[in-house]
């Protein structure tokens, strides 16, 4: 298959790429910067409608790209989320909309979306038909989970990944701990007790080309290993994979005064995520376990 990847540059979409490159899938890129463009990627502006005429050849749309959300978050901050994952996505929507109904093609759109999607929800073990929840982050994933309706609306399979903290030695948050956890200046957040879903990142990378390939495949989907930990667990877990002590601790009030909403909703929000549709629809773990993965991940 013809695939067209946004985010393509990103750890994620990195990963992405190359697996479907692996499996025989072309892919291409929707490229923001002249610069970077390769033969055959396709030119955008996340703000701008995109040309119909540019998807016909394309099979699959891969959606990744948005604003990362790992920042303080100022008013300016938070619109700048907002719009590059819902205007952006609205906007790739439509076009993809518009060359199906005239051409057949890209027959699918495969979305991200985030856990975030459900707010903090203590120990309730959520799944797909759990509703979204309260809070910046929730809101931002519910319009953007919407900001498809176009492509679905117009025939075409939309599939969205509900993503949990993807953990890779390289990049993302854990690469972020891994500094202060190796000096043993680490400890748990607050009173530890909030559940984080994570997954790695060949699992998302696996999950999404299970996506890109199911014809079956659709509607919102939770992207989180089976197991989800405690952040006291996951502090205990990665400080004996290194062998370093991890006795020191992060108030809340102090963790809220640094990092403010992002803090609250990213760090000490509660999400136990269990990912019902993909295991129904026969999706493999490789990764299960924390312990055993962060030793997989850090040799």
């Known amino acids: 298959m013809r695939v067209l990847l946004s985010g393509a540059s990103g750890m994620i979409g990195t990963a992405i790429g190359a697996l479907l490159e692996s499996q025989g899938h072309e892919v291409l890129r929707l490229a923001r910067d ?14 701008s409608p995109l040309n119909p005429a540019a998807l016909a050849g394309f099979d699959v749309v891969v959606h990744l790209a948005g604003r990362p959300v790992a920042a303080l978050w100022t008013k300016q901050t938070k619109s700048e989320i907002r719009s590059s994952r819902v205007e952006g996505t609205a906007n790739l929507a439509q076009g993809v909309a518009q060359s199906f109904l005239a051409n057949g093609k890209p027959r699918a759109l495969v979305g991200s979306s985030a856990i975030g999607y459900y707010g903090s929800c203590g120990d309730e073990r959520l799944t797909e038909e759990c509703e979204a929840g309260l809070g910046f982050l929730a809101e931002v994933c ?9 492509a679905a609306m117009a025939g075409v399979r939309v599939a ?14 854990l690469a972020k701990m891994l500094p202060l956890f190796r000096l043993g200046l680490a ?25 890109v390939e199911g014809e079956s495949i659709h509607g ?20 004996r994979v290194l062998h370093r002590p991890t006795l020191l601790a992060v108030p809340a009030f102090g963790l809220r005064a640094v990092t403010g ?3 609250e909703e990213m760090l000490l929000a509660s ?7 993909l295991l129904e629809a026969g999706f493999e773990f490789t990764d299960v376990e924390l312990e055993p993965t962060l030793r997989k991940l850090l040799g």
């Open 261 to 263: 909403e992002m803090g």
């Open 142 to 150: 519910r319009d953007w989970e919407g900001a498809a309706s176009a």
């Open 187 to 211: 400890g748990k957040l607050g009173s530890g007790r909030q559940w984080w879903s994570w997954v790695s990142l060949e699992d998302t990378a696996r999950a999404y080309a299970f996506a």
């Open 160 to 173: 969205q990944m509900r993503t949990g903290l993807v953990l890779d030695a390289d990049g993302g948050a």
């Open 34 to 47: 002249p610069k970077r463009a390769r033969p055959g990627d396709v030119r955008w502006q996340p703000g």
């Open 271 to 277: 999400q136990r995520v269990i990912p019902q549709r």
């Open 220 to 239: 919102a989907l939770n992207l989180a290993a089976p197991n989800a930990v405690t952040n006291a667990e996951f502090t205990r877990t990665l400080g």
